[in-house]
């Protein structure tokens, strides 16, 4: 068993700036992310939820702190090398979906595969890229809906395109921001059982941020944020 953390934030502090105003948001937050596992984020509007999870994803830089993947510190990388870090070792997912409009279910998780390659390598393999595309909308139960674009998708088809996409480049870990906060509860309960199935499955991390405790009853690791602090954790024992 893997004991080391796969994600690890140390000291983090971050602020925006509103106007003449410095508003801080992350006010020294220590996370160690247990491999293997599915950690629930929660906590109300405005605790720094989101703005922790654009940090581990390596969208954003903390003002302070030093965020780790498997031992290697992240935050400090250049540009060029934190965009290879997201596509080849991290999945995101967020409560929009952002899929795009023009493409059909499977152009939009054939995606991460035409970003990290180049033209050349991506025609080279496209026959295999496809399917895997094709393969990663089956897991997700969407096949049938493969040239169908986001406009003629439900809610809940959108979001699992997305989870397809996540995973179109193999990550360790997935982060989700509020993956259910636009469906219906039972549409949300079935996108969970999938994120369940992924993990336990495939030994996927999930790091999730939901508003829903019945949503973050199902993880195995429950964090608290208020005022842009962890609050406490509570880690269940495993079955």
């Known amino acids: 068993m893997n004991d080391q953390p796969v994600l690890r934030a140390s000291g983090i502090y ?13 006010r020294g937050v220590d996370l160690d992310v247990p491999h293997g596992k599915i950690t629930a984020m929660v906590g109300r509007s405005g ?4 703005t922790l999870m654009h940090l581990l994803a390596t969208l954003d830089r903390p003002d302070q702190g030093e965020i780790y993947f498997r031992g290697k510190r992240i935050d400090n990388a250049s ?17 929009f979906y952002h899929l795009l409009p023009e493409l059909s279910a499977v152009e939009n998780v054939l995606a991460p595969m035409m970003i990290g390659q180049s033209t050349w390598q991506y025609f080279r393999h496209r026959k295999a890229a496809r399917l895997r595309a094709e ?20 809610g809940g088809e959108m979001q699992r395109t997305a989870i397809a996409r996540s995973l179109m480049t193999q990550p360790s870990v997935l982060l989700a921001d509020e993956p259910t906060g636009n469906l219906d509860a039972e549409t949300g309960l079935d996108i969970l059982q999938l994120l369940r199935g992924l993990n336990r499955e495939d030994g996927l991390t999930v790091v999730m941020i ?8 199902g993880a195995d690791n429950l964090l608290r944020m208020k005022n842009g602090r962890i609050q406490d954790e509570r880690l269940k024992q495993a079955a």
């Open 79 to 95: 540009r060029a090398e934190r965009d290879a870090f997201r596509n080849r070792d991290i999945g995101v997912i967020f409560q």
């Open 210 to 217: 939901t508003h829903d405790d019945s949503i973050a009853a």
């Open 135 to 154: 393969a990663m909308l089956d897991r997700v139960g969407l096949l049938h809906r493969a040239s169908h674009k986001p406009s003629e998708l439900s």
């Open 47 to 50: 605790s720094g939820k989101s």
């Open 14 to 26: 971050k602020s925006y700036q509103k106007d003449s105003l410095e508003v801080p948001v992350l």
